[in-house]
């Protein structure tokens, strides 16, 4: 027979699972969603385990510490494309981008943090910057990436 403490590793992992599949948007849904699966849980130990697990609550809907931090990437960069004005290819490796004044370097480091696997690195002046990619098919998918920054704004 499980423990207590087993039964309540065993709900906090199912709230997990449940967060990064389903996405509730509230305790009570969280709660009716754990009694499907078998389990069966208060309010005040739902809101007990969120709380322990580091779960936020943003956009209307609960999100773990690691989703908490890729969505403030994401929405750093939403907030700076504003300042973008453009950006174009500079040889097989490079990408210029232009931004207005006083921004560039505002900009680098939300491209910085955004994780982009295929940016090697920045280099920000007033209203350039440019982005470093080791090869042409990395410096393509930033393009893009970029490319819809520009269109979302």
Do not use: C, N
Request: proline residues 3%; without cysteine; charged residues 25%.
């Amino acid at each position: 027979m499980p423990s207590d403490i087993d039964l309540r590793d065993q709900r906090r992992q199912a709230i997990v699972q449940l967060l990064r599949e389903v996405s509730p948007a509230s305790q009570g849904e969280i709660g009716d969603l754990l009694k499907e699966r078998g389990f069966a849980a208060t309010q005040s130990s739902i809101s007990r385990d969120l709380r322990d697990l580091g779960v936020w609550r943003r956009g209307g809907r609960y999100v773990l510490p690691a989703d908490a931090a890729a969505d403030d990437e994401a929405a750093e960069l939403e907030e700076v494309a504003v300042f973008l004005r453009g950006a174009q290819a500079a040889g097989p490796h490079l990408i210029v981008v232009r931004t207005v004044v006083g921004a560039a370097q505002t900009v680098a480091v939300a491209i910085d943090g955004a994780g982009w696997e295929e940016a090697v690195g920045t280099i920000a002046g007033d209203d350039t910057i440019f982005i470093a990619t080791a090869d042409p098919a990395g410096q393509a998918a930033t393009l893009r990436r970029l490319e819809q920054l520009l269109q979302e704004r």
